[in-house]
T-cell receptor, first 115, second 109 residues
Framework: SAVISQKPSRDICQRGTSLTIQCQVD?????MFWYRQQPGQSLTLIATANQGSEATYESGFVIDKFPISRPNLTFSTLTVSNMSPEDSSIYLC????????????FGPGTRLTVL | DAKTTQPNSMESNEEEPVHLPCNHSTISGTDYIHWYRQLPSQGPEYVIH???SNVNNRMASLAIAEDRKSSTLILHRATLRDAAVYYC??????????FGTGTRLLVSP
């Protein structure tokens, strides 16, 4: 399994500002995923980020609101832009496993509160 | 995405076995059956996955019905630390995971 860290672990932000969340993996992986978990809800995929290509966004998520960078095989960032209170959620990154079958390993998450 | 159906919640006593059911009647031949769990205030944790045969690992066992339309995650001896939300997910491999609402497992001392 991969060891994944995220920064920051939590933050409180003002409406209209932006926050960049970092995800670091201890091994090289091709696919990284960003999820959102709204309060009391299950996880929803925001986008899939492959190194060297544009991120692929799920329905309801757009690049202008959630720009993603993937500069190398161990790192990715997700920016939450022009935040509103509705963006208050836990944001999680995950990576594919190496055993085959599509298992994923998740970071600890970033808890974002927007005032 | 193929859909799974799980009970909203289940209860167990510590040190007893727990059988968590999942129905996936529309599963396709290439879908793997995955189980994840999410402990309070943590990211989801991979538990186990399988395709056709039953699978065992250090965390749990996965029993897959012969027609693959249902499966059961088996925790052999529940501990308080096993209290979590358990998600059953179908995945065709290296694809996005579509999380449902899962089963909240409560474990009593």
């Amino acid at each position: 399994s991969a060891v994944i860290s995220q920064k920051p672990s939590r933050d409180i932000c003002q409406r209209g500002t932006s926050l960049t969340i970092q995800c670091q993996v201890d091994s090289q992986v091709t696919m990284m995923f960003w999820y959102r978990q709204q309060p009391g809800q299950s996880l929803t995929l925001i986008a899939t980020a492959n190194q060297g290509s544009e991120a692929t966004y799920e329905s309801g998520f757009v690049i202008d609101k959630f720009p993603i960078s993937r500069p190398n095989l161990t790192f990715s960032t997700l920016t939450v832009s022009n935040m509103s209170p509705e963006d208050s959620s836990i944001y999680l990154c995950s990576v594919e496993g190496l055993a085959g079958g599509g298992e994923q390993f998740f970071g600890p998450g970033t808890r974002l509160t927007v005032l | 995405d193929a859909k799974t159906t799980q009970p909203n919640s289940m209860e167990s006593n510590e040190e007893e076995p727990v059988h968590l059911p999942c129905n996936h009647s529309t599963i396709s031949g290439t879908d793997y059956i995955h189980w994840y769990r999410q402990l309070p205030s943590q990211g989801p944790e991979y538990v186990i996955h399988g395709l056709t045969s039953n699978v065992n690992n250090r965390m749990a066992s996965l029993a897959i019905a012969e027609d693959r339309k249902s499966s059961t995650l088996i925790l052999h001896r529940a501990t308080l630390r096993d209290a979590a939300v358990y998600y059953c997910i179908l995945n065709t491999g290296f694809q996005k995971l579509v999380f449902g609402t899962g089963t909240r497992l409560l474990v009593s001392p």
